[in-house]
């Protein structure tokens, strides 16, 4: 019996210790919870990441661990976060702060009932780590706050934050619609319109589209053979010319969606104007050095001019007496046309002098400028070089070269466009795409760090950049295919 006594005594006593034990994995167990709780899940993405095709398993095994140790190291630092209504940009900064950048730092005021929501205010060395915010993100500016006014919101190429008090210059709400039907070469919105859109596909098909809710396909016009290489609206939307590398120059009627005039040529055809006063002449730059003035409703020639090299790119202004093209070769020529007769006349040209001469692949022209009160051109060439002249008009289009932009080089003739004017305070903006995949804003007032906003969605290089009539739409098309349309934010 005293075995058996000190049996249950010792069974009693297990249950005692097993009930403490229990009592500790417990604790242990809630502790590892925790602790896996903390965990990001950018873990698991790392050790899924593939490696290289000729990379080694034992090197492949190496990188997954590492990535991983670094993933979990950076979920402990992320506990500390607060967001306090600060973006992405604030966020990566404090990720990426300095060991023990604390005792760097000066103590904050308070905050009050009238900053409150806003920035607190730092004076350390680092205070610019938490005084930057991406455009990308416009909730600030969806929702009208006073905090947007106060807080900078615009990052440069190298992502360099600028200083408070600056207000934003291009958000937007996301992407609006996305059409892949095709592989888009070229892209416009129609004359004093909103909603309708068209692009030029590599195939030799013209889709027009609708960006109105809900977005949709209203026409493809098929006639080319081969790549369209421009089009343009007539001035009431009701025909579309094209031309193509097979060739030819088409007229559309969009209303039946067919093609009432075909014109034969015998070099590739390269870009299209309808004139903006006349909309019964077309003139049309090719890849043999000229521009043919024709009368589209006859489809005959009236005029031709001769120029160094193949025109690659033209735009007239807003009177219809001056055309400004660019060549092959990085030219700009301003050239004057009769407007009832169509006669064209050669007047100026700039030549460029960088050593690489490089196609033209921009050439917009804008009545009014905040830098120059008065009219302007920007042309864009394939090397990524950016250019911005004024126009004196009195002396037959005179361009004078304003600022310059190199952007990175490039392999695609990628296109840039004006950016709608936001008031009479602020610089001037422009829009390019890029090979990076993104669309890129650009200030041409700020001499260092000209970007102050990117578009990020596109897979693939992206060539071509429109704005509608309404300025709250940006259309954007990349090397495969894919056309985005971005709504804008709107501003107060």
Known sequence: MAEGEITNNSSKEGVNENKNNKSCINGTDKTSEKKASMKDPETFCCLLQPGNADSSPDYIGIRRFLLARKAESSSY???DWRCKGKGYVAYRNYMRRPRKWEKLQTPSRSSTPGNSGLWNSRSGSFSHLFEAESLNSSKDQRSGSVA???RSSSLSDSDRPRQRGVEPAYSFVGMHCIFDQCKAAVLKFGHMSSDLLAYGTSDGTLVVCSVSDPPSVLKQLNGHSKDVTDFDFSSNNQYIASSSKDKTVRVWELSKGLCIRIIYEVSPQLCIRFHPVNNNFLSVGNANKEITVFNFSTGRIITKSNFDSEVSSMDHDHTGQLIFCGDA?????SASME?????????HRYKSGN???????TVQYRSFSLMTKGPVLLTCTQDGSLSFFSINLESQGYLTLRCSLKLTSRIHPIRASFCPLLSHDKGEYIVAGSEDTHVNFYDLTRPKHTCVNKLQG???PVIGVAWNHGENFLASSDLYGVVIVWKRAKTK
Do not use: D, E, M, W
């Open 77 to 79: 630092r992320r506990l």
């Open 148 to 150: 947007s006014t106060n």
């Open 329 to 333: 070769q990085g030219c700009i020529y």
């Open 339 to 347: 407007s009832r007769t169509g006669a064209l006349s050669r007047s």
């Open 355 to 361: 050593k690489l001469k490089c196609p033209v692949a």
């Open 458 to 460: 596109h897979g693939f």
